[in-house]
C-alpha cells in the first residue's frame, strides 16, 4: 500500500492524537514518560564557576581558561544554552520518541530500542552561532545573549546513529527524498519556548545527512561517558556535527520526516546571518536561509581580552575549530596586532601530534593551540586559523557585523600589559 502526502500527514496527525489520548488515560501530562514545566522552580543545580548569562531561561558559560585545560570539556563547565524551563523525566520506561511524518508506518520508539542499535561514541565540539555576541556587539549593538568566547565545547557523545534509527522505520541509508517526498528531518523537543508563543523548539537538517553514515549524526544518550544530564537534553538529543549548535536538539520528543525545511523560529526568524546594512526596519527574514554550517574560529584562551602577565615570555593557547567536519590547517599569532605572524603547534589528544583530515584526528573536535612569544611591554595579540579548504578568520568584525550578532569569527585580538595585576 502507498499513500499520498495527504493521507500520510493525516496518518500522522491521527497517530499523534491517539498517542496523547492514550497518555492522558494514563494520566501522563503532555507526553509519556518526558513532561515540560512552565517555570523555573525545578530547575537542576549547576557550577557555581559558570558564568550567568542569563538565568530564565538558563544560558551559561566557563571561564575561558577551564576550556583549554581538557581536551574533552567536563560537562558541569560545558556551556548551556536554553530556551525555556528544563524538561523532566518522570518515567524513563515510558518514554518514546515518535518517529513519524512522511512515512508509510510511524513508530513510537523506546530508549531500549535506541540502546539496541549500535552504539557510537563521536567527539563533537558543539558551538553556540551566539558565542563572541559580546564582541560584535562592542562594535554596533546587536540582539541576542551577551556570549563572551566559551559558548562551546568538545564532549564525546553516545548514542545511535540517525541513519540506524530511521532503518528502523524503512528509511534506508543515503536517502535524499522518501516515496512520500520527505526531503528533511525535523527533530521536535517539548520545552515551551517563548519563542514559539509557549510550544516547542525544533529544527530540522537535510534528509540526506541524517541518513549518510559518515555524517555521524547521532541520537545521543551518553556525554562523556555518563548518562546524558537534564541540561543538555536527557533522555535523548540529536547531535548534529560540523554545524551551529542550534540544530542539535535537546530533549527529543519527535523526529518528523517532511517536505520542507523546518518551520519553527528558530529556523526561520533566527539563527540567520544578514549583511551589515540589514537592521529591525528593513529585515526580511525571508531572504535569507537557515544558518548549518559554522565557519573556520579561533580563540586565545590562555589570555583575558585585557590581561597584566608577570613576564614577558607568554604561552598564548586556545581552540581552533571549523564546520563541515574541516580539520584546521594553520593557526597563526601575532604579538604586533596583526602586522607579523608566527606559526602555533597544534593538538588534540596529548602526545599524538595533529594532522587535519586524517584519519588519527577527530574530524568533528576542536584542536588547540600553543605558541611561546616574548612580548614587549604592551602588546596586542592576535590569533587567526585557517582550515583546510584554506578559509580563514575575517580580520574584522565590521565586515561581518549582523543584527543578531551571530557568527562572530573576527580574528581574536587580546591587549596584554608585563607588570603587577593591581591596574
Ligand atoms: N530543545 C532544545 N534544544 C536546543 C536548545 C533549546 O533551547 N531547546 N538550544 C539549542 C542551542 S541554540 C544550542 S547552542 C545547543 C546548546 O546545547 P547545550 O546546552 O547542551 O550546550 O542546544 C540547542 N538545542
Ligand atoms: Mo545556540
Redesign the pocket.
Known sequence: MSLTRKQSALATTIYKKRRTDRHREKGCLIMPGLKAPSDYSQEPSRHPSLRINAKE?FNAEPPRKTLISSYVTPVDF???????PI?IVDDIERYRVTICGLLENPKDISMADIRKLPKYDVAAT?????NRRTAMSKRKTVKGVGWDVS?I?NAIWGGAKLSDVLELVGIPKLTSSTPLGGKHVE?V???K?KEENGG????SIPLNQATNPESDVLLAYE?NGETLNR???YPL??IVPGI?????????DSVNISSEVCQGF?MQKD?KMFPPTVNWDNIDWSTRRPQMDFPVQCVICSLEDVDVVKHRKITISGYAVSGGGRGIERVDVSIDGGKTWLETTRYQKTGVPYIADDSSSDKWAWVFFEAVAEIPQSAEIVAKAVDIAANVQPENVDDIWNLRGILNTSWHRVHVRVGHSNM
Open positions: 531561561p560545558f556551556y548551556k544554552r536554553n530556551h525555556g524538561p558543539l558551538q553556540c552561532a551566539g559558548a565545547g527533530f523537543s517539548i520545552d519556548c516547542p523548539y525544533k529544527a556525554m541540561d543538555h537534553g538529543r540529536a551551529i549548535g542550534a540544530r542539535s536538539v535537546k530533549w527529543l528558530f539563527y
